[in-house]
């Protein structure tokens, strides 16, 4: 029995076996537990990263199949720009031929006018006729012109004859009359000469004097065959630019 001393605090004592190894699982366990934990943590954290490796993977490839998307449609885009700009170029050139096919149709349906004035032998005008003068802008203050005259009512018959030209207009205040021949620029030359049995033309360019301003052309025409006739026209100065 042992010893009791009388007033102290008495606790009861437990009897178990002794188990040396015990205490060393124990701690070996909880050291395990650390172990696994920390382990899980570690392989939860490579997943996860390789997962969003995966993620941010499939998410460059998508971005990289959409940005070939749009390369692709921007150089559709460039394709479909250069072809509306060659379509535009196309078009413009087009509308020019048109409006050139459209001043050569007018210019031919006054022809066709003119040939049908000559031939015809209801004209209400007879003998030489001055039918146009026409003046078109070269280069500074040279002109090319275009003169037209015809016949009616004479059937077949040649006509003979001459032409006098000369512009008019004024130097200042001062009127002044200029003889087509004055005027012809250098190796030019002027034949007033008319052989015609239906219609003739007098082509040939003139250059105006620094200082002149025209205002009118006169035009004067002369037939000795097939009959004496004396023809007088005047125009108005009106010029067609280059």
Do not use: C
Not at 104 to 130: C, H, K, N, T, W
């Amino acid at each position: 029995m042992p010893n009791v001393v009388k007033g102290s605090k008495q606790r009861r004592m437990i009897v178990v076996p002794y188990r040396p190894w015990y205490r060393l699982s124990v701690v070996l366990g909880l050291l395990l537990v650390l172990v696994v934990a920390g382990a899980g943590s570690f392989f939860y954290g490579r997943i996860d990263a390789a997962r969003q490796y995966v993620v941010t993977t499939a998410d460059n490839a998508r971005l990289s199949q959409q940005l070939s998307l749009a390369q692709d449609e921007m150089e559709s885009l460039r394709s479909q720009l250069a072809s509306s700009m060659v379509d535009r170029r196309a078009n413009e050139e087009v509308q020019n031929t048109i409006n050139s096919l459209r001043q050569r149709i007018m210019q031919l349906e006054q022809d066709v006018s003119f040939y049908r004035q000559v031939m015809s032998p209801d004209s209400a005008e007879l003998g030489l006729i001055i039918a146009e003068f026409d003046v078109n802008q070269l280069e500074g203050r040279r002109y090319h012109y275009k003169a037209v005259f015809r016949q009616a009512g004479a059937g077949d018959r040649v006509l003979e004859g001459k032409v006098a030209v000369a512009v008019a207009g004024r130097i200042g205040d001062e009127r002044t009359v200029l003889p087509l021949a004055d005027i012809l620029p250098e190796g030019n030359t002027f034949d007033p000469g008319l052989n015609f049995r239906y219609f003739q033309n007098l082509e040939g360019e003139f250059e105006l004097p620094e200082g002149f301003v025209p205002e009118q052309v006169e035009v004067k025409a002369e037939s000795t065959k097939p009959a004496a006739n004396k023809v007088e026209k005047i125009f108005s100065w009106s010029v067609v630019e280059a």
